[in-house]
């Protein structure tokens, strides 16, 4: 059914449809929304599951830990500091391999304290083990969370996903979007059966000390599913395809890049504004492209070295920073490159809507007419220099 | 007792000899019984119990992180209703006392403010003995440990015990105790009775460690013994936020407590210093009516 | 296929903890026991069992000569003796 709604409240309702039987959130700006509206629906008995308020970010992921554990469909939300409170369950939760989706409202990083959209806080946790996805619209956003869950809860994943939404531009934008049938939802994603769980029948022991003898394998277990996730992803939007009739790659989207001369390669809503510069300057016989990254982690880089290959210009949008070294997208996507056959004759890194900057138009235009000429390295798009000379003595 | 049944927690496990907390941990786990789901902080008792590939636990448990246990445990039990099977299976969250009072307390507070069904047990071995021998919030008074140290300006720790069992029992919970491996049966009785309740318990028990207290492992009872007779360790239990019970005694000093320990030995130099650990005993002996009829205390 | 991450119950039997006996073992004298079971539940290995009064022992290939039974039990029919060589030497080959 077509709705327009909010972007918050449209993931409360996909998150409904996938009926988890405990929630456990931590307020913060701009992820409460979604959690405010399932309460509601727990309160309103529309759904069937454990609210369980905490105290901390860190305990809401602690809960969902030990609710997934005890083998229940759980789900939390976050943003920023809250992700970075939550830090230490993360890494914890894809070690032990537990299913759980979490919606994070991308945010930045304080200080400054900002409440504006940017991808540092989940970029930072890229290394934790956990399967991300960035959407660039709603619709996108809530069929990702359907996705995920069935990707997680697959007994050859058996990871967690974050599904990173923008901050505002996401979770308070309103679309029209196409709500999935509950019953088309039930069928697509069944009842959670875990692989192993704690119960009084099969006593086993989670979370052991590993010592250098047992560590290691873990670590790569999980390196490997992740390369599985790439080979799934495909067939899993495929059914999804067939279920509700709208499809993704699931890891990458390419917009108008097979004849392109330039490409822009963007992860979340950024891609929205790209979309509408490339159809204005196709307007006008200009070659531009976009490849869009959803999936970050696993990082597909086999799919965008096939995307980009014959790419003459490339230039790279990063919404997040390594502070000291190269922006996060940027160095995957040069290094998808390193030792293969074919390049792009230039790959620029451009930095874009740091802590809420507006993404205009025309800041698009600008990377496309900076991508011309020689490779640029952590160009920052809308600078205002003249900040930069307040002195403090 | 459960002492016929299969012990829950099984031998192998690589406590010191003569661990106070692996004496507490099985009697507390054997009170519960098989229908139990333990969460458990990072620590000793989840190193010398669970070093893979083995487990000494005979029940389903979980560790995931340091002061989270309270909260692993509160998803357990917001799972376990949701699934409608909270009724028969208990669920404990336990750590020790660093665990607990110091990094834990925060996700302890959520747990006991949220009235969830969990019993939270706190082994408290007065110092962070996994790290060796680090001061925590419940290190007592002039104890040496390896931050607290003594030394010529120093008597060692310079704050008296948090005091967790009144934090607890703010929080209007239905039940709240001491323990000590001392007395079993107290002890076993306190677990039962706090499960047989509704909402969220708190039992702190007392358990000497004889590397971090450096005492003979054969003097593990004795000291815990000993630190409840001086009054240093008052052994209480409250109900609705009423006390109900306190273990009474006939007060011994309290060297008789820190004269076996290495970590009070240099106060024997310092007769002032050991005055003051009197003092405290004897406050709480005052506080909780501890002395036995017709015995003055100290 | 995730790698070493669950560990199955009671699977610590595994590792024989007498091995690190080095001075003293308990000797169950078995003359006036009562079989107040005190030495049972306050073991940490909780490696002593028996029924009847005189039948309670413990299991060297756990125990770690604490000494803790020794203590406890109130008809002084525990001590601790000291470890002789055999056995130790038996104990590691476990």
Partial sequence: ?393 | ?298 | MFGPLIAKPGSSRKNKTGSWRIESRPKFLKKDCIACRMCVVICPEGCISGKEKNTFDCDLAFCKGCGNCAYICPKKDIEMVSEEPEAATKNKKE
């Fill in chain 2, 1 to 298: 007792m459960n002492s016929e049944k299969k012990p829950l927690l099984a031998p192998g496990h690589t406590a010191c000899a003569g661990c106070g907390q692996a004496i507490a941990a099985r009697l507390v786990v054997d009170a519960a019984g098989p229908n139990t789901i333990i969460a458990n902080s990072t620590g000793c008792l989840e190193v010398f119990t669970t070093k893979y590939p083995e487990s000494a636990w005979e029940i389903p448990w979980i560790h995931s992180l340091f002061e989270n246990s309270a909260a692993v445990a509160s998803g357990i039990e917001a799972a376990l209703r949701y699934l409608g099977k909270k009724e028969t299976i208990n669920v404990i969250a336990q750590g020790g006392d660093g665990g607990s009072a110091d990094i834990g307390l925060q996700a302890i507070s959520g747990m006991l403010e949220r009235g969830q069904d969990i019993l939270y047990v706190c082994y408290d071995n007065e110092a962070y003995m996994n790290t060796g021998v680090q001061r925590s919030g419940l290190t007592p008074f002039n104890s040496n440990t390896s931050t607290s140290p003594a030394g010529s300006v120093s008597y060692g720790n310079i704050r008296p015990k948090k005091p967790m069992p009144e934090i607890a029992l703010a929080h209007g919970i239905p039940y709240v105790a001491t323990a000590t491996v001392a007395f079993v049966p107290d002890l076993q009785r306190k677990v039962k009775k706090a499960l047989s309740i509704r909402g969220p318990k708190y039992i702190q028990v007392h358990v000497p460690c004889p590397l971090g207290w450096r005492h003979g492992p054969e003097l593990t009872l004795e000291i815990a013994k000993a630190a409840v007779e001086t009054g240093l360790y008052p052994i209480i239990e409250y109900e609705n936020g009423s006390l109900i019970g306190v273990r009474k005694i006939t007060p011994r000093p309290v060297e008789d407590y820190l004269k076996s320990q290495g970590r009070f030995r240099h106060l024997f130099k310092n007769p002032e210093e050991i005055k003051k650990i009197q003092d405290i005993a004897n406050n709480n002996i005052q506080k909780y009516g501890l002395a036995a009829a017709n015995q003055p205390s100290q």
């Fill in chain 1, 1 to 393: 059914m077509r709705e327009f709604l909010e972007g918050s409240l449209a993931v409360a309702r996909i998150i409904k449809a996938c009926k988890p039987g405990v929630i456990s959130a931590y307020p913060i700006t701009p992820q409460t929304h979604m959690v405010e509206e399932l309460a509601n629906f727990v309160a309103n008995g529309e759904l069937n599951s454990q609210f369980v308020n905490v105290e901390s970010e860190h305990s809401a992921a602690s809960v969902v830990l030990g609710s997934v554990a005890a083998g229940v469909r759980s789900y939390t939300a976050t943003s920023s500091q809250g992700l970075f409170y939550m830090a230490e369950v993360i890494f914890n939760i894809a070690g032990m391999r537990l299913p759980l989706v979490l919606t994070c409202a991308n945010r930045a990083i304080s200080a400054p304290i900002s409440i504006w959209n940017d991808h540092q806080d989940s970029i930072s946790l890229r290394d934790s083990g956990w399967i991300q996805f960035y959407t660039e619209n709603l619709q996108e956003t809530v069929d990702f969370h359907l996705i995920s869950y069935r990707l997680s809860e697959d007994k050859h994943i058996m990871l967690p996903v974050m599904v990173c939404m923008d901050g505002y531009t996401l979770t308070h934008g309103i679309e029209t979007i196409d709500m999935p049938d509950e019953a088309k939802v039930d069928s697509f994603l069944p009842p959670y059966k875990p692989l192993y769980k704690l119960d009084v029948d099969n006593p086993l022991s989670f979370g052991p000390l590993a010592d250098p003898d047992y560590y290691m394998e873990t670590r790569y277990a999980i390196h490997q599913t992740h390369k599985d996730v790439l080979e799934i992803m495909p067939k899993l939007t495929s059914e999804f395809s067939r279920v509700f009739g709208r499809h993704y790659n699931g890891l990458i989207e390419e917009y108008h890049t097979k004849d392109a001369e330039r490409v822009i390669v963007a992860m979340g809503s950024v891609c929205g504004t790209v979309k509408e510069v490339i159809d204005e300057l196709r307007a006008k016989g200009k070659k531009v492209g976009l490849l869009k990254i959803i999936a970050y982690r696993p990082f597909p880089a086999e799919a965008i070295y096939e995307a980009l290959k014959n790419i003459p210009k490339v230039a790279v949008l990063d919404r997040s920073l390594s502070l000291g070294s190269y922006a996060p997208v940027a160095s995957e996507v040069k290094a998808a490159f390193f030792g293969k056959k074919k390049r792009p004759e230039v790959i620029s890194s451009f930095v874009v809507g740091i802590g809420g900057r507006d993404i205009t138009k025309d800041s698009i235009k600008e990377v496309l007419r900076l991508v011309n000429g020689r490779e640029k390295s952590n160009e920052f798009i809308d600078l205002k220099p003249e900040l930069l000379k307040e002195e403090y003595e």
